[in-house]
């Protein structure tokens, strides 16, 4: 750390209490420091990521958990890996935040500043981190949600430090938090799986090989070679995105083709369709709804663009779960590349049956009819057909 930045910048716990308490001139403070991603990540993020990361190995670990009278404790060297690989992923998650935040900042009128882009993703997730000392109690651990107080510092933060219009800082915000969203349930899929079968190999994870997790709920299945080529297609879309140069989404036009002109003996109604993005990410749907007797079901058919490349990760894990209650359950698996989700409410006699395919498009039926005609309602849209109009 250099002597400017080392005299420019306050002491980390007036920081903290700044970014927390009186957010909007902070962020004005922070704007015009000197500073480099170096070293906000040895003054700053290394020290604030460790708070969650200890607190959870002593709240699992040593303290436990207990439930009727039941009480269970991570073993201690299970715990320390959980703490080290969350913490070091904690740390690579600002990385990848900042990446996003510079991406997006031309598509809502801001200007491209890395070092800029790395403040907001460092300073907007204090509160995360700080609430992540609630793990110390297992129980507690719903408190956490206080981190979610984050969101508001990225929304205030994002006009100050990347020049973007305020009137655009609600959907700024708005998907840099969703594409975070989307890559933290990837990371946190693949690090349970990678954590867990770690545990039961009683050593280190082989990310080359072929690893399966069994659990109460299913199973998890991942292929190292898979999830090399899927990081690879997720890394060659964020540059065709960040570049310009991503591929369009289907015309809404043509979905809404795709979809049947009758089902269960009812005419399509209610249909729409519609498209848009911002910047070089596009999507685009069509719906539809057929209404016979009792049953109702809405089909939609969407194309995620070039977000697409990030649904490699999930059909690279061919990941297994159920859960039930009563007469409601819900269910994912994969399928030769698919990801299919099926839920189904008993007590409303409804559900939806969704299948992703070509790592692009979701098919979806949903409404009050049995689950087999919600999965034909699906069968209804030609696959085949659909996948042309992506390759």
């Given at each position: 750390?250099?002597?400017?930045?080392?005299?420019?910048?306050?002491?980390?716990?007036?920081?903290?209490?700044?970014?927390?308490l009186?957010?909007?001139?902070?962020?004005e403070?922070?704007?015009?420091?000197?500073?480099?991603k170096?070293?906000?990540?040895t003054?700053?993020?290394m020290?604030?990521?460790?708070?969650?990361?200890?607190?959870?190995f002593?709240?699992?670990?040593?303290?436990?958990?207990?439930?009727?009278?039941?009480s269970?404790?991570?073993?201690?060297?299970?715990?320390?890996?959980?703490?080290?690989l969350?913490?070091?992923?904690s740390?690579?998650?600002?990385?990848?935040?900042?990446?996003?935040?510079?991406?997006?900042?031309?598509?809502?009128?801001?200007?491209k500043?890395?070092?800029?882009?790395?403040?907001?993703?460092?300073?907007?997730?204090?509160?995360?981190?700080?609430?992540?000392i609630?793990?110390?109690?297992?129980?507690?651990?719903?408190?956490g949600l206080?981190?979610?107080y984050?969101?508001?510092?990225?929304?205030t933060?994002?006009?100050?430090?990347?020049?973007?219009?305020?009137?655009?800082?609600?959907?700024y915000?708005?998907?840099?938090?969703?594409?975070?969203?989307?890559?933290?349930l990837?990371?946190?899929?693949?690090?349970?799986?990678i954590?867990?079968?770690g545990?039961?190999?009683?050593?280190?994870?082989?990310?080359?090989?072929?690893?399966?997790v069994?659990?109460?709920?299913?199973?998890?299945?991942?292929?190292?070679?898979?999830?090399?080529?899927?990081?690879?297609?997720m890394e060659?879309?964020?540059?065709?995105m960040?570049?310009?140069?991503?591929?369009?989404?289907?015309?809404?036009?043509?979905?809404?083709?795709?979809?049947?002109?009758?089902?269960?003996?009812?005419?399509?109604?209610?249909a729409?369709a519609?498209?848009?993005?911002?910047?070089?990410?596009?999507?685009?749907?069509?719906?539809?709804?057929?209404?016979?007797g009792?049953?109702?079901v809405?089909?939609?058919?969407?194309?995620?663009?070039?977000?697409?490349?990030?649904?490699a990760?999930?059909?690279?894990?061919?990941?297994s779960?159920?859960?039930?209650?009563?007469?409601?359950?819900?269910?994912?698996?994969?399928d030769?590349?698919?990801?299919?989700?099926?839920k189904?409410?008993?007590?409303?006699?409804?559900?939806?049956?969704?299948?992703?395919?070509?790592?692009?498009?979701?098919?979806?039926?949903?409404?009050?009819?049995?689950?087999?005609?919600?999965?034909?309602?699906?069968?209804a849209i030609?696959?085949?057909?659909?996948?042309?109009?992506?390759?």
């Open positions: 750390m250099s002597t400017v930045e080392a005299t420019t910048r306050p002491p980390i716990l007036d920081r903290i209490r700044g970014i927390l009186r957010p909007s001139p902070e962020w403070t922070i704007a015009s420091e000197p500073t480099s170096a070293a906000l990540t003054g700053y993020v020290i604030l990521a460790a708070i969650p990361a200890i607190a959870g002593v709240g699992n670990s040593l303290v436990g958990m207990s439930f009727m009278g039941i269970s404790k991570l073993p201690v060297v299970s715990g320390m890996i959980i703490a080290v969350g913490y070091v992923l740390i690579v998650s600002v990385y990848i935040a900042a990446f996003v935040i510079n991406a997006l900042a031309p598509n809502f009128g801001g200007v500043n890395d070092v800029q882009a790395f403040k907001v993703a460092s300073y907007a997730m204090t509160a995360g981190w700080l609430a992540g609630f793990a110390l109690l297992p129980m507690l651990g719903v408190l206080l981190g979610l984050g969101l508001y510092l990225l929304y933060g994002l006009p100050r430090l990347m020049q973007s219009p305020k009137e655009k800082s609600m959907g915000t708005a998907v840099v938090v969703v594409v975070m969203i989307v890559i933290q990837i990371i946190g899929g693949i690090t349970g799986a954590m867990a079968t545990m039961m190999a009683g050593g280190a994870p082989n990310l080359t090989g072929q690893m399966k069994d659990t109460p709920n299913g199973s998890v299945q991942v292929n190292g070679n898979d999830l090399e080529a899927a990081a690879k297609k060659a879309a964020a540059k065709a960040e570049e310009g140069k991503a591929t369009p989404a289907v015309e809404p036009a043509k979905l809404d083709a795709l979809l049947p002109a009758t089902f269960i003996g009812a005419a399509k109604s209610e729409g519609s498209g848009g993005g911002t910047g070089s990410y596009s999507a685009s749907e069509a719906h539809a709804v057929y209404a016979q009792d049953k109702r809405e089909l939609k058919v969407s194309d995620i663009g070039a977000m697409g490349a990030l649904a990760f999930g059909t690279a894990m061919n990941v779960s159920s859960s039930q209650s009563g007469n409601s359950y819900e269910k994912v698996h994969s030769k590349g698919k990801i299919i989700s099926e189904w409410d008993g007590d409303s006699q409804s559900g939806s049956y969704s299948v992703v395919i070509g790592e692009r498009l979701v098919i979806e039926a949903s409404g009050n009819a049995d689950m087999a005609t919600l999965k034909a309602a699906v069968a030609n696959e085949g057909q659909a996948l042309s109009l992506v390759k």
